[in-house]
């Protein structure tokens, strides 16, 4: 399974991105796909998951302002990131995994794209 993440960049604070990520090589095998973030110095911490049916989740930090969905025909992730913050800046991941993932690291992730949100 590949993934291939774009959508990163400038952005000032208040503003909106949106990301996207494409998997391809897993098929209908592709159940849960998400969306992590590290910014400089700090560990990886996860954003968002959204299951191929069913209710998405999210961090409490991004609740409210970020958006994730998913077109399944296409195995294809967004996450629609609005009214960002300067501590939203990151390297955003995303990441798929198989029916049977319930937490912690996905098995499948792409490269990282950087958000920048100036102040």
């Known amino acids: 399974v590949q993934l291939q993440a774009s959508g990163g960049g400038l952005v000032q604070s208040g503003g909106s991105l949106r990301l996207s990520c494409a998997a391809s090589?897993?098929?209908?095998?592709?159940?849960?796909m998400g969306w992590y973030r590290q910014a400089a110095g700090m560990q990886r911490e996860w954003v968002a998951t959204?299951?191929?049916?069913?209710?998405?989740t999210y961090a409490d930090s991004v609740k409210g302002r970020f958006t994730v969905s998913r077109d399944n025909a296409k195995n294809t992730v967004y996450l629609q990131m609005n009214s960002l913050k300067p501590e939203d800046a990151a390297v955003y991941y995303c990441?798929?995994?198989?029916?049977?993932?319930?937490?912690?690291?996905?098995?499948?992730w792409g490269k990282g794209t950087l958000v920048t949100v100036s102040s």
């Open positions: 990441a798929a995994d198989r029916l049977g993932w319930s937490t912690g690291d996905m098995s499948y």
């Open positions: 090589g897993g098929g209908l095998s592709i159940y849960f």
């Open positions: 959204i299951p191929r049916f069913g209710t998405p």
